[in-house]
């Protein structure tokens, strides 16, 4: 039996979802895809159809085995589904799946985006179950969900093999520290998101093991570019000369991550070129002072605060806890070139109506970097559904990353997309993030270069020696 303490309620299903469902294709950890579900596939020409060619030997939990007709059945749903359209347009130009033999699907498009809807297929395969129940084909399957305790149990007949782990129990809390002190007093095996600010207490326990790994995910800074002064790419620039990233790092993030690009820096496309901005104040100061953004004078009779050129809003979700010592070292920073950020704390369904619409000036939040180019759309096309700024700057160039139908294309298009994140500035990009497990020493954890270990959690092996602490001793 394994436990793992979660902190996270609203986003359970992710976690089981992981643990109980198989995906048609997914990505790695540098962005190619791999297969899963669909063993092999290929693209016409014209990247007009793709042609899938699924494994024969998937059992469902519920013993049927896994065929095209599900397949088939899965997409069509999912490209039904408005929220699902919105995070991932590429669904849209979907024109039919057709069935052509009980393991083999083809699907045709409206537009030649094929090589992006390879990445569109990074989704959970489920036959419908009783009670709208869906059936999956994971490593383990639900055996019962009750408020704050998930229980999985092992897929005996899993394709990839049975799990040598017979029982998985999920615990929710309400913090990240309360999921922490279960595991101290040794009620849970793995803790899923270690603080930062209990990192060093964690590494000093020796009965527990540490594993990192770079998320796409980073801090940013962005700007509402549809209003003034923000709609001038000029001071978005000055402004992000102005922030000393590693002192972020550093100082908010206990030197833990790394400096953010505004993409995936591990993204094959991108070669491991890496556009960032430099700590320059000076060049921010004579920037500002180029636009027209002077320091009012120290003894101007009519100063009510501190003297600024320029005075803004940043709002943020205060459910996040590390925005809040960015958001304050970020705002000290401004200050020394005479800038004033305001940080607003709301709720985050709060933010999130009010970034929706433009009465706002920027927003401190995580965004996410596009392990899978597709998700490029959702943040920074106009018409994704999370483009909250407002840029229009990289939409062309998007529209030819949709369409790219060789390597050679697709390099093309990121490597201009990624040059205009840089000289247009829509964002500050601060830092990459980094998230932590921490899992008792009774697990043999397969720790794979690059991908999350809740991935590989059905390999784990209990170790030889489980006469010690912790709930996996309990089996």
Do not use: C
Request: charged content about 25%.
């Amino acid at each position: 039996m394994l436990t793992i303490g979660y902190a996270a309620p609203a986003g359970l299903n992710v976690l089981t979802s992981v643990l109980t469902d198989d995906i048609l294709i997914r990505t790695g950890p540098d962005g190619r895809v791999e297969s899963m579900l669909a063993k092999s596939w290929s693209v016409n020409v014209a990247g007009t159809s793709v042609l899938v060619e699924l494994r024969e030997d998937v059992p469902f939990h519920d013993g049927s085995l896994f065929t095209a007709a599900d397949a088939k059945a899965t997409l069509d749903h999912l490209r039904k589904l408005p929220g699902r359209l919105a995070r991932n347009p590429v669904l849209g130009d979907i024109e039919s799946i057709v069935v052509e033999g009980p393991h083999r699907i083809r699907i045709d498009l409206t537009r030649p985006s094929a090589q992006l809807l390879l990445l569109a297929l990074g989704v959970y395969v489920e036959k419908p179950g009783p009670d709208d129940a869906g059936v999956g084909a994971g490593p383990f399957y639900i055996e019962t969900q009750e408020p704050g305790e998930t229980t999985l149990r092992v897929h005996k007949d899993y394709y990839l093999g049975r799990s040598d782990i017979d029982k998985v129990i999920i615990k929710t809390y309400a913090s990240v520290r309360m999921a922490w002190a279960a595991m101290m007093r040794s009620e849970i095996d793995l803790l899923f998101d270690v603080p930062i600010e209990a990192r060093e207490f964690v590494e000093a326990d020796t009965s527990v093991r540490l594993f990192s790994r770079d998320t796409p995910y980073a801090y940013v800074l962005i700007f509402n570019t549809r209003r003034p002064p923000f709609d001038d790419y000029k001071l978005r620039v000055a402004l992000s000369h102005a922030i000393d990233r590693q002192a972020l790092i550093d100082g908010a993030l206990g030197g833990r991550g790394s400096i953010a690009s505004g993409v995936w820096p591990s993204h094959w496309v991108y070669g491991g070129k890496e556009l960032t901005y430099g700590y320059d104040p000076k060049t921010a100061d004579r920037q500002l002072s180029d636009l027209g953004f002077l320091v009012p004078p120290l003894e101007d009779p009519n100063r009510t605060s501190f003297p600024s050129r320029l005075r803004f809003t940043a709002i943020f979700g205060q459910d996040q806890a590390q925005l809040e010592p960015i958001g304050l070292r970020v705002q000290r920073q401004l200050r020394q070139i005479g800038v004033e950020m305001e940080l607003d704390a709301k709720p985050q369904t709060e933010m999130d109506q009010q970034v929706e619409g433009t009465d706002w000036d920027a927003a401190l939040l995580s965004l996410n970097t596009a392990r899978s180019l597709g998700r490029l759309y959702r943040y920074w096309h106009s018409s994704g559904s999370s483009a909250v700024s407002g840029f229009t700057g990289a939409d062309a160039t998007l529209d030819s990353l949709r369409s790219a139908l060789t390597k050679a294309e697709t390099i093309r298009a990121a490597g201009a997309f990624q040059q205009i994140l840089f000289d247009k500035a829509p964002a500050i990009f601060l830092t990459n993030l980094e998230t932590t497990r921490a899992v008792g020493r009774q697990f043999e954890v397969l720790d794979e270069p690059g991908r999350d270990v809740i991935e590989t959690l059905w390999r784990w092996r209990i170790a030889n020696d489980t006469s010690g602490n912790g709930a996996g001793a309990a089996n």
